[in-house]
């Protein structure tokens, strides 16, 4: 089906109720792999970070990582879930070459984590609830690289390479319920949960759950029902969507898709599907297994999880507030209005500034300077602001010398250009560069004279009452300064000189 074949997604919404489910994998931040010692680190040569466990070798036994079950309860009393007092992990059996052992050691009906929900607040402040089925621990696969095609894909591939460095880091797997009732908004919910969801993991410090790495990736379920109808429809699965956009394009395409094939009288086959993108549509994946498909059973080679009540509540006890509440609380002390907030979230903002403030600045001034010339710089460099080489403290310094008036804004942007090149901090880029603001009358006098003097007619206009014409030469001044002269300064300067009244 293409793009134009669908029905519009406002008539597709007329007829018909979304339900969706989504599955978010997040891949945990530990330091090393959930049943064997080896290291998690990315960037190693391929291969070079396996053991007998993780390749599956005959003989070889898994050991359970301590911290990856700690992680998954924290995900899970964030998540308000309960916790299982006793719960094995599962074989789920099926072949494929980047995953060595021919079982990806999962957890089935005994999940360590289960019934909880997510409350996410949407653009305009609603806040919806998304209940949680449940929240498991696996294992990640290899990662096969299809060579000698023009897709990538391994149809047209000459040969194919693996490499297992990624099979076995621990992953878990965080399930909804069937999300109904949100109507046309189901896209917006979608993207809403899962950005909510990667502010608490990362407010957890259990991952840095970052899509564009794979570190976090979400298969969209969706089916339509007819309105009125408590039936749900047969859903299709997108999988793998690893962006917060193509969350929401995704489950947008799949409901005009949905609704194209139904109201033409079609059905929806139950499937595995792909995201494109480039234009956002989804495309026919394999037919989907059903669950019996895959030969579960309990994993004979791991002793049962059993969770000890008192280093649950100890866990709980550790919790930090959660990002929605927290969001709120700093939106409140900062004064900002929800749409820039958002902006700010958007931008992954929010600890930055909130560590500026917490370092001396006034939070407008954190948000100006963030939010502006380094939000640019990060821009232009593709980075993220977390990834520039600038400290809140020392932006907080740079607002400090602002509002001490030793910088104006045009000085500051200086300081923070030679700050982000390695100069140093804040104080030695202001000294090294000489960028003080000059308020010193004697070194401010001679300019002053030599923009009177190369602008008579616009001294005159001034002398004549039109003090607004000002402007023309306390910018002349700033030029042969370069910008480091105190503005408020030359203004009453050259209207001294002039004999007039400021
Ligand atoms: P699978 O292993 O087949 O992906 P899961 O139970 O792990 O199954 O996940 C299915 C997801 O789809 C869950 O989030 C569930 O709530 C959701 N879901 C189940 N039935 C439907 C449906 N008819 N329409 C939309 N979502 C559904
Ligand atoms: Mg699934
Ligand atoms: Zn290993």
């Not at 339509?224 to 429809?233: A, I, Q, T, V």
């Amino acid at each position: 089906m293409t793009v134009t074949d669908l029905v519009s997604y406002e008539d597709a919404l007329a007829s018909y109720d979304p339900v969706m489910g989504l599955e978010v994998h997040v891949e945990l931040g530990t330091k090393t792999k959930m049943f064997c010692g080896c290291s998690t680190e990315l960037g190693a040569q391929p291969n070079a970070q396996t053991c007998p466990t993780c390749l599956g070798l005959p003989g070889s036994l898994p050991v359970v990582n301590a911290t990856g079950v700690e992680s998954a309860v924290k995900i899970g009393l964030a998540l308000h879930c309960e916790i299982a007092e006793w719960c094995r992990f599962a074989r789920k059996n099926y072949f494929y070459p980047d995953m060595p052992k021919n079982f990806q050691t999962s957890q089935y009906d005994e999940p360590i984590a289960f019934d909880g929900y997510l409350d996410v607040q949407l653009e305009d402040g609603e806040v919806f609830r998304v209940e949680i089925e449940r929240a498991h621990m696996e294992e990640d696969t290899g990662k096969s690289t299809h060579v000698g095609g023009a897709t990538g894909r391994i149809h047209g591939a000459s040969h194919s390479l693996l490499d297992y460095n990624r099979a076995g880091i621990p992953l878990i797997e965080i399930v909804t319920k069937p999300i109904t009732g949100a109507g046309e908004r189901a896209p917006e919910v979608a993207k809403a949960y899962v950005a909510e969801l990667r502010e608490l993991i990362r407010a957890l410090g259990v991952s840095e759950a970052r899509m564009e790495m794979g570190q976090m990736r979400c298969d969209v379920n969706l089916s339509l029902m007819p309105k009125g109808s408590e039936r749900f429809g047969t859903r299709s699965e997108t999988k793998n969507v690893n962006s917060l956009r193509s969350v929401e394009r995704a489950a947008r395409f799949e409901i005009q898709r949905h609704a194209a094939v139904l109201s033409s009288g079609g059905s929806i086959v139950q499937e595995t599907r792909h995201f494109h993108e480039d234009d956002g549509s989804t495309t026919s994946g394999r037919v989907k297994e059903e669950a019996e498909d895959y030969r579960y059973f309990p994993e004979p080679d791991l002793v049962p999880v059993a969770p000890p009540r008192a280093w649950v509540e100890e866990l709980r006890a550790t919790l930090p507030e959660l990002p929605r509440l927290r969001r709120n609380r700093l939106r409140e002390e900062w004064g900002v209005p929800a749409l820039e907030m958002q902006a700010i979230l958007n931008a992954g903002a929010v600890d930055l500034i909130a560590a500026t403030v917490e370092a001396g600045a006034r939070p407008a001034a954190a948000r100006k300077w963030w939010m502006g010339e380094l939000a640019r710089s990060a821009n232009e460099s593709g980075r993220s602001l977390d990834e520039l080489d600038i400290t809140p403290a020392q932006v907080a310094r740079i607002a400090e010398l602002v509002a001490a008036g030793e910088l104006n804004d045009k000085l500051a942007r200086q300081v923070i250009v030679g700050v982000l090149a390695g100069e140093g901090d804040p104080d030695t880029v202001v000294e090294k560069r000489g960028l003080k603001v000059v308020s010193d009358d004697g070194a401010l006098g001679a300019a002053v004279d030599e923009a009177i003097a190369g602008n008579a007619a616009v001294a005159d206009k001034i002398r004549g009452g039109k003090v607004a014409a000002v402007g023309a030469l306390v910018g002349a001044v700033m030029k042969t300064t370069r910008g480091q002269a105190d503005a408020a300064r030359v203004k009453e300067l050259i209207l001294q000189r002039l004999g007039v009244e400021g």
